[in-house]
């Protein structure tokens, strides 16, 4: 039996210049599940994602999966695409299992927590201050910067890199540390700045958008008082979780995470289309 792709609709070009298609994953023409395919927003028309690959009960377990996979990686490489992504539920361990036999890696995860406990308190010489219009220049320029360079060395070229760290943090914080439902801190220890905290809010949950001590106070317990600041500040905006992403490979920030009760939620994996 052969398992095919089948268009259910026209290539649709959306106002952000991205494409998408959906299509049946048909045995014999006869429809067995779904894939959605598009190109991603955040890194541009060379880089695809597979917002949907589903299989229908009765049919899994026969290798249907794999096959629609291998499908949608031709579809993208038609469009031009030389990566293509996709997002695994934390708890899909087939899904993640199926993905990596396919050749992607892990790239970065989503992890989660629930605020259902006593707020933290900060250790005793550790205080935090909202962070002023000078610092925030510097942080701000050096942590586009180094976003960017984190993208770099996942293989994004340094071109698309800079464009997404623009992107990105001009979207995020338009109004720079007076922009709405952000926190941007610095924590303090003994009255020296040893590190600074980025906390969204949004509809009753807190986002860690990028926590970082400095080079000269690292090793000291600081990156975990920040962590409880975050939680802290999240809890007394009345949110009820607070979420973070980590790269893969960062393993100091991942035990450190893991240590304080976050949870993996999604898997975001990538792979190379040669």
């Known amino acids: 039996m ?24 048909c045995v014999n023409s006869r429809p067995v599940g779904a894939v959605h395919l598009a190109t991603d927003p955040g ?16 049919d899994r377990g026969r290798g249907r999966g794999t096959v629609a996979a291998l499908a949608a990686e031709e579809v993208a490489r038609g469009w031009g695409c ?53 610092e925030y220049e510097i942080w701000e320029r050096t942590g586009r910067q180094a976003y960017a360079e984190n993208w770099i060395r996942r293989g994004l070229p340094e071109a698309e ?9 001009g979207g995020a914080l338009p109004q720079g540390p007076a922009t709405a439902n952000t926190r941007l801190s610095v924590l ?15 509809d009753g949950r807190a986002f860690v958008y990028d926590v970082g001590v400095r080079a000269d106070r690292r090793g000291h317990g600081h990156g975990r008082t920040l962590m409880r600041l975050a939680e802290a500040q999240a809890a007394a905006a009345g949110s009820n979780r607070i979420g973070l992403n980590v790269f893969a490979g960062n393993t100091p920030a991942e035990r450190l995470y893991e240590s304080l009760g976050y949870e993996t939620t999604e898997y975001f994996l990538c792979k190379e289309l040669l």
């Open 2 to 25: 052969t398992t095919t792709l089948r268009p259910t609709e026209p290539l649709q070009h959306a106002a952000d210049g991205t494409r998408s298609r959906r299509f049946h994953v």
């Open 161 to 169: 890199a800079l464009a997404k760290a623009s992107r990105d943090f």
């Open 43 to 58: 890194f541009g028309p060379t880089v695809a994602k597979i917002h949907e690959l589903r299989i229908e009960e009765p």
């Open 82 to 134: 030389r990566q293509i992504e996709v997002t695994v539920p934390g708890d899909a361990a087939g899904a993640l299992e199926l993905t990596r036999a396919l050749g992607y890696v892990l790239r970065n995860r989503r992890m989660e927590k629930a605020l259902d406990g006593p707020a933290p308190v900060l250790p005793a010489g550790s205080t935090d201050r909202p962070m002023t219009w000078d």
């Open 188 to 202: 303090e220890h003994e009255g020296v700045p040893v590190g600074e905290l980025w906390l969204g809010l949004r």
